[in-house]
């Protein structure tokens, strides 16, 4: 039986407006287990990419409390957090964010240098994570000359490349067509499988949503089931 990885309890987040304070996430409540992929949706506006960053610890919670494989985040110092996101935490965005001057791999290796992996073993996991993704020719491309799907395939992969415990994809398949959204999808989610890599995904896409082990839908700042 899978063990819980993360746990969610009593989350809150704000931010101050002109009108007065916006409360977008209110006593968010969830528990995530090892390897599960959850889908969540909701409205535009919901809360749902604060969520994510919240979660990803790139912005502080006003109350509630994290756990990541049993370690309480959302306290920790900057520092710690970093850390913690290199190593056990990998994001997916709608856009890409690769690095324009680096080339795939180089993009795939990233997150590796910077944990102060050797060259040669980042170089070796990299290629067998463009290679798995169907990119094992085109790794010397930099980001412009690689197509949309080509360009979000190589962020599945750097986004794995260190192994993490936790994947955060924030409409991972928002700017690419339908066709290749579905490619795509499927790949990470084969790819945090084989990986053993849990996800929380935020989609726009009901037929997506439904493909994963589970949704969520966040609704006037609470998770609910659906």
């Known amino acids: 039986m899978s063990k819980s990885l993360l746990k969610v309890t009593n989350l809150c987040k704000g931010f101050d407006a002109p009108d ?6 209110r006593a968010v409540e969830f528990d995530l287990l090892e390897g599960e992929f959850l889908a ?3 409205e535009s506006g919901s809360g749902k990419s604060t969520m994510l960053q919240v979660l ?18 959302e306290n920790l110092g900057s520092n710690k957090q ?5 190593e056990k935490i990998g994001f997916v965005y709608q856009a890409h964010h690769l ?9 795939v290796m990233l997150p590796l240098m910077v944990q102060g992996v050797a060259t040669d073993q980042a170089n070796r996991r990299g290629m067998e994570l463009l290679e798995r993704l169907g990119l094992g020719k085109r790794e010397k491309h930099t ?8 360009a979000q395939r190589v962020a599945v992969a750097r986004a794995l490349a260190a192994k993490p415990r936790l994947v955060l994809a ?3 398949t928002g700017n690419l067509d339908e066709r290749t959204a579905h490619e795509v999808f499927e790949l990470l989610q084969q790819m945090c499988r084989e990986e053993n890599a849990a996800v929380v995904m935020v989609t726009h896409s009901k037929a ?8 969520l839908c966040l609704h006037e700042g609470q998770l609910i089931s659906i």
């Open 208 to 215: 997506l949503a439904t493909a994963c082990d589970r949704m």
């Open 99 to 107: 690095i324009p001057e680096l080339t795939a791999l180089e993009n």
């Open 20 to 25: 007065g304070r916006l409360e977008i996430l």
């Open 56 to 73: 990803g610890t790139l912005e502080r919670p006003d109350r509630g409390e994290i756990y990541l494989a049993g370690e309480s985040i």
């Open 170 to 172: 924030d409409e991972p």
């Open 40 to 42: 969540i949706v909701g």
């Open 82 to 86: 970093a850390q913690l996101r290199n």
């Open 143 to 150: 980001p412009a000359k690689l197509s949309g799907g080509e």
